[in-house]
């Protein structure tokens, strides 16, 4: 789970007691107070120092394991907190549908692009459509006008209330990426920014996994990106059905386990407006 801010405690000013007859003079007592006469005078300049917008710049990408990344609409600090209160895409938007989720961590997109991909089978094919809309085609979705800059990443279980499968168990997995500025923009809380369909996949023979990935197609054949496709090493074993997720640096994927079952992945994206950039991704399965 992400990891929730305790409430800070305001800062009292001290008072010191006053004298009375016969005090026995001492000298912790006199050091005492000098000591927290002199944290009064450096009150200011440390309130100064821990509000610099560099300060949270930095404590955001340490605590996310993110690198240096281009400039952002929003103080730092707000994106600290946005990102650290535990707060996830469901919780102001279909709320009722949440189960469960998972925060897996932050990645980068640097390219305006990103292929979505439900195979995590190297090499991954980039689909040849060269369409103004993204297209599926066989699942896979290239993703233009994606809006650059810190990325994360969680992993939401939901039920799926109004799915078209009538023989669907009624949950379903979901990747859920957004941009790190999403939650600060108000047109998302009010319900401007939806998430709209690009189309589905489904894998109608039985297969044995429900897996999909995000990868910013400027480093899909880093070696960084490469461990992705390194299945062996994070999925697990085959009986073993709980969700596992891997991040790198520009991408993020995700693997669970199936006994059989044929799948439907389906894709969607959130644009800040109708001709923005896009802000949010999901990629989900549910069981045929």
């Known amino acids: 789970m992400g990891k929730r801010l305790t409430n800070a405690r305001s800062i009292c000013s001290c008072v010191s007691p006053h004298l009375t007859p016969h005090v026995i003079f001492s000298w912790y007592e006199l050091l005492g107070w000098g000591i927290l006469?002199?944290?009064?005078?450096?009150?200011?300049?440390?309130n100064h120092v821990i509000m610099e917008d560099t300060v949270w710049k930095y404590a955001c990408q340490r605590d996310l394991q993110v690198s240096d990344t281009a400039k952002v609409a929003f103080q730092w600090i707000d994106h600290y907190a946005a990102a650290f209160d535990g707060s996830h895409t469901y919780m102001f938007q279909?709320?009722?549908?949440?189960?469960?989720?998972?925060?897996?961590?932050?990645?980068s997109i640097d390219s305006h692009a990103a292929?979505?991909?439900?195979s995590l089978v190297a090499p991954l094919r980039i689909p040849k459509e060269a369409t103004k809309k993204p297209v599926v085609s066989n699942g896979c979705c290239l993703v233009k006008n994606i809006k650059n800059g810190i990325w994360i990443a969680d992993l939401q279980l939901v039920q799926c209330r109004v799915c078209d499968l009538h023989s669907s168990d009624g949950t379903m997995q979901t990747l859920?990426?957004?941009?790190?500025?999403?939650?600060?923009?108000?047109?998302?809380?009010?319900?401007t920014w939806e998430y709209e369909a690009l189309g589905s996949y489904n894998i109608k023979k039985p297969a044995?996994?429900?897996?999909?990935?995000?990868?910013?197609?400027?480093?899909?054949?880093?070696?960084?990106?490469?461990?992705?496709?390194?299945l062996k090493s994070w999925v697990g074993k085959n009986n073993d059905w709980q969700p596992k997720a891997m991040i790198t640096p520009h991408a993020v994927a995700i693997n669970t386990f199936l006994q059989d079952?044929?799948?439907q992945i389906k894709f969607h994206i959130m644009k800040a407006g109708k001709d923005g950039v896009v802000v949010a991704i999901r990629i989900s399965h549910q069981l045929l």
């Open 37 to 46: 006469d002199y944290a009064g005078n450096n009150l200011k300049w440390f």
């Open 261 to 263: 079952k044929g799948i």
């Open 115 to 118: 292929l979505l991909s439900e």
């Open 94 to 107: 279909q709320q009722e549908k949440n189960i469960d989720w998972m925060r897996i961590g932050a990645f």
């Open 208 to 230: 044995d996994r429900a897996s999909g990935g995000i990868f910013d197609i400027l480093h899909l054949n880093e070696e960084s990106t490469s461990v992705i496709f390194d």
């Open 176 to 191: 859920d990426a957004k941009h790190i500025e999403l939650f600060l923009n108000k047109d998302f809380h009010d319900g």
